[in-house]
């Protein structure tokens, strides 16, 4: 086996990990919040916690592995992630120590994203940054499906998941998240391209023509399905849903979404790039706005897959665009200049969509996030056109 199959072997597998446990934790943790009574306008800031700390680490993360390469930040985000599990099942009732699990979980999700996808973009070449990056969100999105199916263990009640078991089997991930991280190689640093600092690089890679509004799009469409995440718990409990039905919706829209990822390449060939963003953002503007509407829990799990379809396609290609539009040595800073964004989105957007949850409930939520999706299949369009994105089938 060739380094840079091998690389890219343990890069997957380690996707899959780092995704099972956050796609467990975040909804524990949301359950969490609620068994607290607390109200849903706590589940945005759960989620803010969760995106903070690792929107102020991002672009020194990035820099650094351009420097010093990636296997460091895995081992750190790894350890980050363990203590993270061990802090949420002895969190008791303290509402301060399931907020400080949700902030070391995310600055642990975020070394281990940017290690992975760093290694991905210098392990690949330039033609095949979609097929590899296609593979690399496919085995993400199966740690996504996996990991909600621990919600449905038993132990708990009908309305909840038993919590401290989901928690505890998140730090058994996490030990072996660990080992992987520990057998991963850095990839082979490329010359820097340009010689500033953090912020003198990240400026010229902001002058990228297009890159600013693709760097927007990918930012509210992540911050949807981060939000979906955190708040779907909350929307079964007001239609009164039970815990396997809630992780249904979960699963469905993992499962979908790694069928569009695993159908991209055909997908993009035909349509284009811009296209593929425009027409599916749009979509999953649409199913996304429907969950406001009452409906059969059947309904909601399908409406839940047209969504993780729609919405799966984003994430891979503006990492494709991010990768060959970066000059050499700045692969990391660039990636994590998207994280950053995305980051920022997650911080911002949980805050003032959690003024609709105060309003309508978590219904208003899913109809504001409609909303957004709308501006971003605008942003997307344009970003597109500027950056000379395929706009239609070669």
């Given at each position: 086996?060739?380094?840079?199959?091998?690389?890219?072997?343990?890069?997957?597998?380690?996707?899959?990990?780092?995704?099972?446990?956050?796609?467990?934790?975040?909804?524990?943790?949301?359950?969490?919040?609620?068994?607290?009574?607390?109200?849903?306008?706590?589940?945005?800031?759960?989620?803010?916690?969760?995106?903070?700390?690792?929107?102020?680490?991002?672009?020194?993360?990035?820099?650094?592995?351009?420097?010093?390469?990636?296997?460091?930040?895995?081992?750190?985000?790894?350890?980050?992630?363990?203590?993270?599990?061990?802090?949420?099942?002895?969190?008791?009732?303290?509402?301060?120590?399931?907020?400080?699990?949700?902030?070391?979980?995310?600055?642990?999700?975020?070394?281990?994203?940017?290690?992975?996808?760093?290694?991905?973009?210098?392990?690949?070449?330039?033609?095949?940054?979609?097929?590899?990056?296609?593979?690399?969100?496919?085995?993400?999105?199966?740690?996504?499906?996996?990991?909600?199916?621990?919600?449905?263990?038993?132990?708990?009640?009908?309305?909840?998941?038993?919590?401290?078991?989901?928690?505890?089997?998140?730090?058994?991930?996490?030990?072996?998240?660990?080992?992987?991280?520990?057998?991963?190689?850095?990839?082979?640093?490329?010359?820097?391209?340009?010689?500033?600092?953090?912020?003198?690089?990240?400026?010229?890679?902001?002058?990228?023509?297009?890159?600013?509004?693709?760097?927007?799009?990918?930012?509210?469409?992540?911050?949807?399905?981060?939000?979906?995440?955190?708040?779907?718990?909350?929307?079964?409990?007001?239609?009164?849903?039970?815990?396997?039905?809630?992780?249904?919706?979960?699963?469905?829209?993992?499962?979908?979404?790694?069928?569009?990822?695993?159908?991209?390449?055909?997908?993009?060939?035909?349509?284009?790039?811009?296209n593929v963003l425009v027409w599916f953002i749009t979509a999953s503007a649409l199913a996304l706005g429907a969950l406001?509407?009452?409906?059969?829990?059947?309904?909601?799990?399908?409406?839940?897959?047209?969504?993780?379809?729609?919405?799966?396609?984003?994430?891979?290609?503006?990492?494709?665009?991010?990768?060959?539009?970066?000059?050499?040595?700045?692969?990391?800073?660039?990636?994590?200049?998207?994280?950053?964004?995305?980051?920022?989105?997650?911080?911002?957007?949980?805050?003032?969509?959690?003024?609709?949850?105060?309003?309508?409930?978590?219904?208003?939520?899913?109809?504001?996030?409609?909303?957004?999706?709308?501006?971003?299949?605008?942003?997307?369009?344009?970003?597109?056109?500027?950056?000379?994105?395929?706009?239609?089938?070669?």
């Amino acid at each position: 086996m060739t380094r840079g199959r091998r690389a890219l072997l343990l890069v997957v597998v380690h996707a899959v990990v780092i995704q099972i446990i956050t796609f467990a934790m975040r909804p524990a943790l949301s359950f969490a919040v609620l068994d607290l009574d607390g109200a849903p306008i706590l589940i945005g800031l759960l989620s803010a916690a969760f995106a903070v700390p690792a929107l102020l680490l991002a672009l020194p993360a990035g820099h650094a592995i351009d420097r010093i390469g990636e296997r460091p930040a895995l081992v750190l985000g790894s350890i980050c992630v363990i203590a993270a599990a061990v802090v949420a099942a002895l969190s008791g009732d303290s509402l301060a120590a399931l907020v400080a699990a949700a902030i070391l979980l995310g600055i642990g999700h975020l070394l281990s994203v940017i290690g992975e996808q760093s290694i991905v973009a210098k392990e690949s070449r330039r033609g095949n940054f979609d097929s590899r990056f296609g593979l690399y969100t496919f085995m993400v999105s199966l740690g996504q499906t996996l990991g909600p199916l621990l919600l449905a263990l038993p132990g708990g009640s009908a309305s909840t998941p038993p919590l401290e078991l989901v928690f505890t089997i998140c730090a058994g991930f996490g030990a072996g998240l660990l080992g992987v991280s520990l057998f991963v190689r850095s990839a082979a640093r490329m010359p820097v391209g340009h010689g500033g600092g953090i912020l003198s690089t990240a400026r010229m890679l902001l002058r990228t023509p297009g890159l600013p509004r693709a760097l927007l799009a990918g930012s509210i469409v992540l911050s949807s399905v981060d939000l979906f995440l955190a708040y779907i718990p909350a929307l079964g409990q007001e239609r009164g849903l039970t815990a396997i039905v809630v992780s249904a919706m979960l699963v469905a829209r993992s499962l979908f979404s790694m069928l569009s990822r695993l159908l991209l390449g055909r997908i993009v060939a035909r349509l284009g790039r811009r296209n593929v963003l425009v027409w599916f953002i749009t979509a999953s503007a649409l199913a996304l706005g429907a969950l406001a509407v009452p409906m059969p829990a059947a309904v909601l799990i399908m409406l839940s897959g047209v969504y993780g379809f729609a919405v799966g396609t984003c994430q891979p290609i503006t990492m494709s665009w991010i990768s060959e539009l970066s000059v050499p040595g700045t692969r990391g800073l660039a990636l994590s200049l998207r994280v950053a964004s995305n980051r920022l989105g997650q911080t911002v957007l949980p805050v003032a969509v959690g003024s609709f949850a105060l309003a309508a409930g978590a219904p208003g939520v899913f109809l504001a996030l409609g909303v957004l999706l709308i501006a971003a299949a605008w942003s997307s369009n344009a970003a597109g056109a500027v950056a000379g994105a395929d706009d239609g089938p070669e």
